[in-house]
């Protein structure tokens, strides 16, 4: 989970530059899903604090994160992850799998995993075992249009053809909305 700590920038970030109060994250591939709960840990940048929590994540900024940045409090409104195999920390075994990957001598690492799998036992995420390749569709299909918009018109800056590709084959199910937030950066193929 420390790997939240370059992660929640980039959340509060999306948050800001899309105007969204909450957010409906969706992980592929996240093991035990301790990242999902990224907005239960508390958080130490140069320019301040983040979130209040036991688990406190703190590491090296190569680019200064903002303090107009760690101002935005966002919602986390759904928290879903699709592991081909999903490890359930909230038993004993799934717990004792997570620890025996932390190289003996890393007291700091496994007393953080054993802060957030505390934290994961009060509210823990949704995790669908299948293949993501799978599975994927689906998921996003359950989600609002708005949500399913966002996630295509974000994901065709890096990738503008599997976007178009997407709206080919699947625009019928999608609203109007939706075919329009994700083509909207999109010039005309
Ligand atoms: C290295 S772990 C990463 C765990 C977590 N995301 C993290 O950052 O700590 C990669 C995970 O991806 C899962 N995975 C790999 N390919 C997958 C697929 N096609 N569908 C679903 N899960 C997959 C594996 O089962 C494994 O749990």
């Known amino acids: 989970m420390q790997r939240c700590f370059a992660l929640l920038p980039a959340f509060l ?15 592929l591939g996240p093991a035990a899903g301790l990242n999902l709960l990224w907005d239960r840990y508390a958080y130490r940048y140069r320019a301040g604090r983040w979130g209040s929590s036991e688990l406190l994540l703190h590491g090296v900024e ?3 994160v903002p303090l107009e940045v760690l101002a935005r ?3 986390v409104r759904r ?9 359930d920390v909230t038993t004993v075994e799934g717990a004792r799998l997570l620890r025996a990957f932390i190289w003996p001598g890393r007291v700091e690492r496994a007393q953080r995993l054993r802060q957030a799998i505390g934290i994961l036992w009060a ?9 993501y390749v799978e599975l994927l569709p689906s998921v996003l299909a ?5 949500a399913i918009g966002w996630a295509l018109r ?3 800056r890096t990738d503008p053809a599997w976007v178009r590709a997407f709206v080919a084959v ?3 199910q999608l609203s109007g909305l939706s075919r329009r937030e994700a083509l909207k950066h999109l010039s005309p193929a």
Do not use: F, S, W
């Not at 970030?13 to 992980?27: I, K, M, S, Y």
């Not at 509210?123 to 293949?131: M, N, S």
């Open 73 to 75: 409090r966002v919602e």
């Open 123 to 131: 509210e823990p995420p949704t995790l669908v075992r299948g293949d």
């Open 13 to 27: 970030t999306l948050a800001r530059d899309h105007g969204a109060p909450a957010l409906d994250l969706v992980e």
């Open 142 to 146: 359950e989600r609002d249009d708005e």
């Open 79 to 87: 928290r879903l992850g699709i592991d081909l195999n999903p490890v």
């Open 154 to 156: 974000q994901h065709a």
């Open 62 to 64: 190569y680019e200064p």
């Open 170 to 172: 699947h625009g019928d």
